[in-house]
């Protein structure tokens, strides 16, 4: 069995508890403007003509973004980083991109991971047929969950499609016994204004099964690669999200999970 990923991040210790090796699937459906990992994008294997400084120089070479991955590699890696995990109690991550679109890989590799005693979390936008959703969150320790715009009309002018299959899929996770993270990009006018921070807050208020609230506030450092893929960064004259703001937002979200975190 294969799959097409654009990283893999060992050490990581900002997809979950511990330290973690974290898997960066290739494929999304959702075209957030903000979406800082552009990569992702493209379910195939992409050749990409860059520059490379060297003095006054600029040589030119070509970068492949995304390579095949078998799940014995996959394994092979979560291995090697085991005493890491046992340590820390850390695990792998399954990101992307949106991992469910190469669903049948990402269940393979958490039933094997499962069978190794690794800890196993999935970083998912929701946005996947219920029934794939279901299966996948149910072979998982740990779901980490985008909320990004609670009026669907909004979230399809920033994101590219409906959030209906998202909500609904967030209510089939609080129904589950999975323990669950929620991420919430935080953009100036888009996903921080007053009514969608509310909606958002709607919702969360009486859920259970939350962990975590993680704040991730917007920042520059994805045009570079917008740039090198020879893609349209709407957002490049945005400036990184403003530290007050950002501590304003965790007061409000303080009592709703016993974590609220900042960038994590």
Known sequence: MK???????????????????TFFFKACPLRCIWCHNPESHYPGIQKVACTHKMGQSSVPYVKQVGEIITLNQAISKAEADRLFYEESGGGITLSGGEPLMQADFVMALLDAAHQLDIHTAVDTSGYAPESVFQEVISKTDL?????????DAQHKKFTGKSNRLILENFKLLMRQKTEVIIRIPLIENITDTTQNLKAIRAILKGTKAIQRIDLLPYHQTAYNKYNRLDLIYSLKQLPNYPIEKQQQIKTYFNDLAPVVSIGA
């Open 3 to 21: 799959a097409i990923i654009f990283d893999i991040r060992s050490f990581s210790v900002h997809d979950g508890p511990g330290i973690r090796t």
């Open 143 to 151: 779901v980490l969950f985008d909320l990004k715009i609670m009026e």
